[in-house]
């Protein structure tokens, strides 16, 4: 049979009858073991956890139990996400023998939902890059598959999972989706819980899907949201967007695009928006030192998780250098930078929501980076 590419189709097909979650399992470990010399999208794969969750979910059917459009899907999970008895090393040394006793909230609910669990993605060390070596794309192995979920984009862009969950931080859900041509969705903050998951900065992370679709996103978000958003997010989906206006970046940015991104930009801002009057061009306003406040707050977060763990500075040694020398940079922010930095934040927040308000914006059109996947030699000088 064809690998079907959507958690839609594959559900389908199984409440149809014209397959077994077991058939469609065998079908991604398949795909796995013919892949994974090259790709290397994940840390550790389930076989056969992925085999007995498949058996049981054929079986529930078979008794007329049906658990919704993930019954039977087989999906993967960034390896930041606990596991009961299954590896969590987030790709560190650090945990290289980490075996959590529970499950995160979200495994949870996938599996209730009747999901498969094929196994756990490669991420960035502790989700600290945009590479996650050793992982590559899967449309061009000399590039990188973008991070620090790139584990999961690949095992999705591989045909190697119908879906996957990863986490954002600063944009490791929306890069690697980019650089792998899939669909990446970073939820808003507290929509997606994220207890079990382990962070990288507790006031900045997210968790969310990466799959083929939106479709397929929000089937995902249906099932991993928090209540009062679990299950709303396909209602209406195929309705069309209606009376939407949308907003599009204007000034310096336009020029540090490449070319080959920036038509795709303008495909999707006439596919979206015919009418070119639609569009309302918005500058940016000063936001002085944006990075640097991100790393004024990500960084102490960070260290003060792995200092509450009892990893930072014990075992220091284990971390890669990059890692280290983050941690040691963090650690030497002082605390009224991480406070004015949290301050200009939420400044900055407002006067966004302030601008599309009086502009009547909905949306904004934008692309997610500026180029499309470095090769690997190039992450050598970032």
Partial sequence: MDTPRTIAVAARALRAGATTSVDLTQVYLAAIAAHEGTVHAFATVTAARAE???????????????????????????DLIMTAGIPTGAGSAVLRDHIPDDDAEVAR???????????????H????????????????????????SGGSAAAVAAGEAVAALGTDTGG??????ACCGVTGFKPSYGRVSLDGVIPLSTSLDHLGPIAHTAEDCALLMDVIADAPWRGS????????????????????????????????????????????????????????????????????EAVAYHRAMG?????????????????????????HRYVAAQGRRADLRTHWAEVCDRAGIDLLLAPTLPITAPTVAATEDP
Wanted: glycine share 10%; with cysteine; hydrophobic share 45%.
């Fill in 233 to 300: 997010h396909t209602e209406g989906i195929d309705a069309g967007i209606g009376a939407v206006r949308f907003g599009v970046l204007a000034g310096p940015w336009a020029t540090t695009v490449t070319p080959a991104v920036l038509a795709v930009v303008h495909e999707a801002m006439a596919l979206f928006v015919p009418d070119a009057e639609s569009v309302d061009p918005l500058a940016p306003t000063d936001i002085g030192d944006l990075f640097g406040d991100y790393r004024a707050i990500q960084l102490p």
């Fill in 52 to 78: 007995a969750d498949a058996a049981r979910a054929d079986a529930d059917r078979r008794a007329g139990v049906e658990r919704g459009p993930l019954h039977g899907i087989p999906i993967a999970l960034k």
């Fill in 109 to 123: 609910r996938l599996a209730a939902a009747g999901a498969v669990l094929l196994g756990k993605t490669a991420t």
């Fill in 125 to 148: 060390e502790f989700a600290w890059g945009v590479f996650t070596p050793p992982t590559r794309n899967p449309w061009d192995a000399a590039c990188i598959a973008g991070g620090s």
């Fill in 172 to 177: 490791s859900i929306r890069i690697p989706a």
């Fill in 311 to 335: 990893w930072y500075p014990e075992h220091a040694a284990e971390y890669t250098a990059t890692t280290r020398d983050f941690l040691a940079r963090g650690s030497e922010i002082p605390a």
